[in-house]
C-alpha cells in the first residue's frame, strides 16, 4: 500500500496524458481528461503528503531491485510538501486553461503534454538517485519546449531558442557532474552516496562533480548570473502555461539543489556556503532591480521569480536548520503565490485589453473581484502580514539573524521593500490610474479563471493564517534534511 | 532510374528487416538485443520505403500514425509495470509465467514492456524522420 | 587508451564550445549535439574503462561472471543518448520553426522581446 502512495503522483499524470493522447481529439473530452488527471495527481498528492506525515519516510524500489542497486523513489516531509503543491497548481492551473487556451491549441494536444510536464515535475521530486532525477528533468523539459512552441506566435518561437539552449547546457553540466561522481565514487543512489561520502577524502575527490552539479542546479533554478533564460522565455507563452511554469520549473531547481547540498554534499564540509550566500544575494537584488525597470505585467512577475529564488537558496546557505525551514516554508508559499499573480496577470490583461501598463487603468472602479483577487496574491508577494508572505520573509530573516548574517538580512530587507515598490507600481497604473480612453471591456470574466484564482487566494490566507502549522511542518522538515538517518533507513534498510 | 533498384530492393527488405527487428526484440531477453534496437531496425524499415517510394507510402504501410504508435507503446509499457503492481509487487515488477510448472520461464511481463520500448521507439523515430522527409521534398 | 580518450573528450568539448560561441542558429544546435556527445563519452570513460566480457547472466547462473564490465555506465549512456536524441530532434524542429518566424541566422535577433 505505501508503494502505491508514492507511485501514485507519477502514475496519475501518465494515465492522464495517455488517455488524452489515444482519446479523440475533440475539445470537450481533453478538456475533461485534463482537469480529471489534474483533479487525480491532486489528490494523489494529498494522499502522499498524508501518509508521509503519518509514516515518516516512504522508499519504493521499483521493479524488486534493492537500492542502491535499482531505481529508487523515496517521499520524506520535503518531497512530499512539493508534491502536494504541485497537485495544488496542476489543478488550479488547468481548471484556468480551460477558459484559456483556444480548441486548436487543445486539440494538438495541450493537456497531455501538460501532464507529461506534471510527470516529469512529481517525478523529479520523488526521485531516489542523481541519475533518475536528470531523467524526470528532461522529460519536464521536452514537455515545457512543446509547450512553450504550442499556439503561439513568433516572440514566443524565437524566446523558446534560448531556453532550449540554455536548458541543454544546463543538461549537459548535469550529465558531466553525474559521470565524475559515478567515477568517482561508483554509485548514484542518494542514500548510498550520502554514506560514501561521509568519507572526508571521498567527499573531497567529488568536490569538482558538486560545482558541476551545483551550476546545472542553477541554471535550472535561475539564480545569478545565469537566470537570463527565464523573463526571455516566461512572459511569450499562454498565461496558464506561464503560470505553471512561474510555479514549479525554477522550483524544480531549487528542490534540487536542496536536495542534494544537504544529503548528498554537505554544503558545510564542501565550504561552498559563503559563494551560495553571495549568489543568493546577488541574484535577489538583480532580480527585484530589473522588475523594477519593467513596465509588462509578466515580465515584472517573471523577474520577480528570480529575485525570489535568491531568498530561497539564500535560506539554504545559511546552513542552519532554522534556515532550511524557513526555506521550505518560503517554497510553498512563493509556490501558491506566484502561480496566483500569473493567472491573475491573464485576467488584467483580459479586462485591460493589454499586459503593458501605459495602457491599461482603472481596473479597480470596474473590477472589484479582480481587484481583490489581484491583491492578496500581491500584498502575500510583498511581504504584508497577515499573509503568508509576510511569515515566509519573517523566518528567513529570524533565521539569517540568528546565523549572524547580518548582509544577508540587509539584502533580505532591501529586496523586500523593492518588492513591494513593484506590485505598487502594477496596482497604481492598472488598477488606480483612470482607464485610457479606449479601452473599455465590459465582457465577464470566464468564471472558471476565477474560481482557480480565488482557490489559490485561499490558500494562500489559509498558509498566511495558519503559518505556526506550516513553520512546524517546515521544521520537522528540516529536521528530517539536516539529519538523514530516517532517509537512509527508510532507503538502505533498516540497520537494527 | 537509380531509384528502381532501391525500389525493387526494398521491397524484398522491407519484410525481411521487420523480421530481423522481431527476431531481435525476443532475443532481447537473454542475449543482446531488445526493443530499443528492434524498434530502430523496424523503423529504418519504414525509413527505406519512404526513401523508394515517399513518405505517404510509408504511412500508409504503417496504418496507424506514427505520433499515436508511440502513445500505443507506452501505453503498453504502463501496462506491463502495472500487471506486478495489481499482484501486490511494486511497480515495474517482471512477473514471469513458465510453460509448465517446472520449466524456465518464457512469456513475462519485462517482453511487455519491451514491445511497449520497440513501439515507441518506431513511433518517435518514424514521427520524426517522416516529418523531415516530407519537408525537405 | 585513457590517454587518447581523454584527448577525443577534450577535443570535443572544445569544438563544441567554439560552435556555441558563433553567434548563429544552426552553430548553436550543432554545438549543443556536440556538447551532449562529448559528456556520454565522458560519462562511460568516468565509469571505468576497461577490456572485459560483457555483462551477460550466463545459463543457470545468478550473477554475470567475475570480470565482467560494470553495466551501469552502460545503462547510463544508452538512456541519456536516448534522451538526447529526443530533446535534439525536437530542438531541430523547433529551431526550423524559429528560423523561419525570425528570418535570420543570426542570435543577436532570438531576444525574447514581444513586438
Redesign the interface.
Known amino acids: 500500500m505505501n508503494a502505491s502512495v508514492v507511485v501514485a503522483p507519477i502514475l496519475v499524470p501518465l494515465v492522464a496524458a495517455l488517455f488524452g493522447a489515444l482519446g479523440p481529439r475533440r475539445p470537450g473530452y481533453q478538456r475533461t481528461v485534463g482537469l480529471l488527471g489534474a483533479f487525480g495527481l491532486f489528490v494523489a498528492a494529498m494522499g502522499l503528503l498524508a501518509s508521509v506525515f503519518v509514516e515518516g519516510v516512504i522508499a519504493v524500489q521499483i521493479g524488486d531491485w534493492p537500492a542502491p542497486f535499482g531505481i529508487t523513489l523515496a517521499a520524506d516531509r520535503l518531497s512530499a510538501a512539493m508534491v502536494a503543491a504541485t497537485g495544488l497548481v496542476a489543478f488550479t492551473v488547468v481548471l484556468y486553461s480551460t477558459a484559456e487556451i483556444p480548441d486548436d491549441v487543445v486539440t494538438a494536444g495541450f493537456y497531455p503534454f501538460v501532464h507529461v510536464l506534471l510527470l516529469g515535475v512529481c517525478g523529479a521530486f520523488v526521485a531516489g538517485d542523481l541519475f533518475n532525477l536528470y531523467v524526470w528533468f528532461e522529460v519536464m523539459l521536452l514537455a515545457s519546449f512543446v509547450l512553450l512552441a504550442l499556439g503561439s506566435g513568433r516572440a514566443a518561437l524565437t524566446s523558446s531558442i534560448t531556453y532550449v539552449a540554455l536548458n541543454l547546457l544546463a543538461s549537459a553540466f548535469f550529465l558531466i557532474g553525474v559521470g565524475f561522481l559515478y567515477g568517482q565514487v561508483g554509485t548514484l543512489n542518494f542514500a548510498d552516496l550520502s554514506l560514501k561520502l561521509g568519507d572526508p577524502a571521498a567527499l573531497d575527490a567529488a568536490r569538482p562533480a558538486a560545482l558541476l552539479l551545483l551550476i546545472a542546479f542553477g541554471i535550472k533554478a535561475g539564480v545569478f548570473p545565469v537566470f537570463f533564460w527565464l523573463p526571455a522565455a516566461y512572459p511569450n507563452a499562454s498565461f496558464a502555461v506561464s503560470a505553471l511554469f512561474a510555479g514549479l520549473l525554477t522550483k524544480v531547481g531549487v528542490y534540487a539543489l536542496l536536495r542534494v547540498f544537504t544529503l548528498v554534499f554537505p554544503l558545510e564540509a564542501l565550504g561552498l556556503a559563503p559563494g551560495l550566500l553571495a549568489v543568493a544575494a546577488a541574484t535577489m537584488a538583480s532580480g527585484v532591480l530589473a522588475a523594477a525597470s519593467q513596465a509588462h505585467v509578466r515580465r515584472i512577475l517573471s523577474f520577480h521569480i528570480v529575485s525570489q529564488i535568491g531568498y530561497m537558496v539564500l535560506a539554504l546557505a545559511l546552513v542552519t536548520t532554522l534556515g532550511l525551514a524557513s526555506a521550505v516554508f518560503y517554497i510553498v508559499h512563493h509556490i501558491v503565490t506566484k502561480t496566483n499573480l500569473f493567472l491573475v496577470g491573464g485576467l488584467i490583461a483580459r479586462a485591460g485589453g493589454s499586459e503593458q501598463l501605459d495602457q491599461i487603468g482603472g481596473l479597480s472602479q470596474r473590477r472589484l473581484g479582480l481587484t481583490m483577487l489581484f491583491a492578496i496574491p500581491a500584498l502575500s508577494l510583498a511581504g504584508v502580514p497577515p499573509f503568508s508572505g509576510f511569515f515566509a520573509k519573517f523566518f528567513l530573516i529570524r533565521s539569517a539573524l540568528e546565523a549572524d548574517a547580518i548582509v544577508a538580512v540587509t539584502f533580505a530587507v532591501v529586496v523586500g521593500l523593492l518588492t513591494i515598490y513593484s506590485m505598487a507600481k502594477i496596482w497604481i497604473e492598472a488598477f488606480w490610474k483612470p482607464a485610457p480612453a479606449e479601452t473599455h471591456l465590459d465582457e465577464p470574466l470566464p468564471r472558471a479563471a476565477l474560481v482557480a484564482c480565488a482557490m489559490l487566494a485561499v490558500v494562500t490566507i489559509t498558509l498566511g493564517v495558519g503559518a505556526e502549522a506550516l513553520w512546524s511542518f517546515a521544521l520537522a522538515t528540516a529536521e528530517q534534511l539536516a539529519d538523514p538517518q530516517e532517509y537512509l533507513n527508510a532507503v538502505l534498510g533498516d540497520p537494527t | 532510374m537509380s531509384l528502381l533498384i532501391l525500389r525493387t530492393a526494398s521491397r524484398y527488405l522491407f519484410p525481411l528487416l521487420l523480421l530481423f527487428s522481431v527476431f531481435l526484440l525476443w532475443r532481447g531477453h ?3 538485443g531488445g526493443g ?1 534496437v528492434g524498434g530502430l531496425v523496424a523503423a529504418t524499415a519504414f525509413v527505406l520505403i519512404a526513401l523508394a517510394e515517399g513518405a505517404p507510402s510509408a504511412r500508409e504501410r504503417l496504418r496507424l500514425a506514427p ?2 504508435l508511440a ?2 507503446g ?2 503498453v509499457a ?1 501496462l506491463s509495470g502495472a500487471v ?2 495489481f499482484l501486490g ?6 512477473i514471469w509465467w513458465a510453460a509448465s510448472p517446472g520449466e524456465s520461464p518464457v512469456v513475462g511481463t519485462p517482453l511487455l514492456f519491451d514491445l511497449g520500448v520497440y513501439l515507441s521507439v518506431i513511433g ?1 523515430v518514424l514521427a ?1 524522420l517522416l ?1 523531415l522527409i516530407e ?1 525537405t521534398k | 587508451m585513457n590517454v587518447l580518450l581523454a584527448l577525443a573528450i577534450g577535443t570535443t568539448f572544445g569544438i563544441a564550445v567554439l560552435w556555441l560561441l558563433r553567434g548563429s542558429l544552426w552553430s548553436l544546435l550543432l554545438g549543443l549535439a556536440l556538447l551532449g556527445h562529448a559528456s556520454h563519452l565522458l560519462i562511460f570513460v568516468g565509469g571505468g574503462l576497461a577490456v572485459a566480457a560483457p555483462p551477460l547472466v550466463a545459463e543457470g547462473a545468478l550473477a554475470p561472471a567475475a570480470g565482467a564490465a560494470d553495466p551501469l555506465p552502460q545503462a547510463l549512456v544508452l538512456t541519456a543518448i536516448v534522451i538526447a536524441f529526443a530533446i535534439l530532434a525536437f530542438a531541430l524542429v523547433l529551431a526550423v520553426c524559429a528560423g523561419d518566424a525570425a528570418n535570420t541566422d543570426d542570435l543577436d535577433a532570438y531576444g525574447g522581446e514581444s513586438q
Not at chain 2, 89 to 94: A, K, N, R, S
Open positions: 537473454h542475449e543482446p530499443f505520433e499515436r502513445v500505443c507506452v501505453a504502463t506486478g503492481w509487487e511494486p511497480f515495474l515488477t517482471g518517435v520524426f516529418t519537408e
